[in-house]
């Protein structure tokens, strides 16, 4: 996100022939989704006390009096909430702006997408907009982000629906291991983005713009350019920067969806009501938790499980927290009782294990699909060395890895089938795919997937076309892949090429460098790899 990244809206060719742009319909809004003005918890009558102040040549408020009263009595779609509230100037004679309102303005499927991922979050994003008292206009940034797509990943290695990276992830307070990334825990991400947002707000005097475009490209990036533009006597507004080519088409991008939005009659674009009401209580679990158990209490699937609760990597929430789980309002009463009498016990399933002889706790985490961390912290294991007849305890998945459907193991396969060589998969396109979206969901670049297939960024993908996917391995699986032959402080290892290898892809797999690579097997950079050949890698011992 916070790393220059090809703006979502960039990609609209690549959009499938069975994605036509449709008329205005009615029919788009759920009857089932419609509010009932009885249960409805408007965020409407808070709207005067928490509407932010800002100066016209920051951010341009509409005092048109239409917009100040229409629909103010009371909302049951929270899209046009925002609608009502949309603070920043469209620019709309900008042609960067009007290529990308001529975009969302045909493409009427890719906004029916985007509502029915955004409908579980985006209440809690609006009243925690308003308690900051922030623009409603950023409730649309994750559009530009991710899609509202809460897996979204992408080859930079952003990830959630506001794109954090690692490193800045952690900056904004979001615990990231084996099995939790709070980069994808709406709460975590969206308190994040907001402590990110403001802070560039004010650290760029009050300029949303430089705000917005710094969000993408990095703090740096952005003051450089305003203090190349002073020396050289030049303006400093958004418009007139030298900035990278996706940041100039990162803040176009959010500003035609607002555009679209506020006209969405003019555009003949419609937007499936999201109700105006909390969709979802945080209930605190106190202790770790297998997924399947928080199903089964719950009356939810494994999918509504995962995507109301998409920041836990694996089978069960991370042993060390946070233990919060998001739980529809609905259900939530229901839960927290059953979850009460259910004893601690049966929370997660143990099993022990006795190590044999030439075991490791990398093995042993591996087979059992925990983290070495974990099993260090439950076996309060100071280091990793291990002693063949000693016992481990061993928490385990109730249910077989299939049945977790969107953990992160089965999110990186779902969709692929496997071929002969164990790394390349085959990608069947679905209706409604397009190129970026398929490359988010497998952390690669539309760029790869070009150069892989044969075909331009412009193709127009069909339902049931064949892609072909490169998906890395795990360190676990890659590390299978060795025979070791020596155990020290370090471990030689015969690593077997096979096809599509190069020094820099093996270098990267164990973290070692490209040059020990070379030394190590006395060859020269630039050596040309043959599939069978056997070369030696050595890496540090993490078990005995």
Not at 40 to 60: D, F, G, V, Y
Not at 310 to 329: E, M, Q, S, V, Y
Not at 417 to 435: A, E, F, P, Q
Request: aromatic share 8%; charged share 25%; glycine share 6%.
């Amino acid at each position: 996100m916070h790393m220059i990244r090809t703006a979502i809206i960039c990609l609209a060719p690549l959009i499938i022939s069975a994605c036509n742009p449709s008329s205005t319909r009615p029919d788009l809004v759920d009857p089932a989704l419609t509010a009932d003005k009885s249960q409805t918890l408007t965020l409407t009558a808070i709207q005067a006390e928490h509407k932010p102040k800002a100066s016209s040549s920051k951010i341009n408020v509409d005092n048109d009096l239409e917009n100040q009263v229409a629909h103010k009595a009371e909302h049951t779609n929270l899209w046009f909430l925002i609608k009502d509230d949309l603070q920043f100037d469209s620019n709309i004679n900008q042609r960067s702006v009007k290529d990308k309102i001529a975009w969302f303005a045909r493409n009427q499927d890719y906004m029916d997408r985007v509502s029915v991922r955004a409908q579980p979050y985006l209440f809690y994003i609006i009243s925690k907009l308003k308690e900051r008292n922030m623009p409603l206009d950023l409730a649309l940034l994750p559009i530009v982000e991710s899609a509202y797509h809460p897996f979204a990943y992408s080859p930079s290695h952003a990830s959630g629906i506001w794109q954090f990276i690692p490193a800045t992830g952690k900056r904004f307070g979001m615990k990231q291991n084996w099995w939790y990334d709070g980069r994808r825990d709406i709460i975590a991400a969206t308190d994040g983005a907001l402590d990110y947002l403001q802070s560039l707000h004010k650290r760029f005097n009050g300029n949303w713009f430089h705000a917005l475009a710094a969000y993408n490209a990095g703090e740096g990036n952005v003051e450089k350019a305003i203090r190349r533009n002073k020396k050289a006597g030049k303006k400093i507004d958004f418009w007139s920067l030298r900035l990278p080519r996706e940041t100039r088409s990162y803040v176009p991008s959010l500003l035609a969806v607002a555009e679209v939005l506020r006209n969405n009659t003019k555009y003949n674009i419609s937007f499936k009501t999201i109700p105006n009401k909390p969709h979802f209580e945080s209930i605190d679990v106190s202790s770790q938790i297998d997924l399947a158990t928080v199903a089964k209490l719950s009356g939810l699937t494994m999918d509504e499980v995962y995507t109301l609760n998409p920041g836990f990597n694996r089978w069960a929430t991370d042993p060390k927290g946070p233990h919060r789980i998001l739980i529809p309002t609905n259900k939530a009463n229901s839960f927290k009782q059953k979850l009460a009498s259910l004893p601690k016990s049966e929370r997660i399933s143990w099993k022990q294990h006795n190590i044999r002889a030439g075991e490791s706790l990398s093995q042993i985490a591996a087979r059992y699909q925990t983290s070495i961390t974990a099993l260090k912290g439950i076996n309060r294991l100071k280091g990793s060395r291990i002693r063949a007849g000693q016992s481990l305890l061993i928490p385990t998945a109730k249910e077989s890895n299939k049945y977790y459907s969107l953990s992160a193991d089965a999110r990186k396969f779902k969709g692929l089938n496997k071929t002969g060589d164990g790394k390349r998969y085959i990608y069947s396109v679905k209706r409604g795919d397009n190129l970026w979206d398929i490359g988010r969901h497998y952390g690669i670049s539309v760029n790869q997937l070009t150069q892989w297939n044969g075909i331009s960024r412009k193709s127009l993908l069909k339902p049931g076309q064949k892609l072909t996917v490169w998906v890395k391995q795990d360190a676990n699986k890659q590390k299978d892949n060795l025979v070791k032959t020596v155990a020290n402080k370090t471990s030689t290892n015969a690593y077997i090429v096979k096809p599509g290898d190069s020094l820099w892809l093996i270098a990267r797999k164990f973290d070692i460098h490209v040059r020990d690579l070379l030394s190590w097997n006395n060859i020269k950079k630039g050596t040309h790899l043959q599939p069978g050949q056997s070369l030696i890698v050595q890496e540090a011992v993490t078990g005995v």
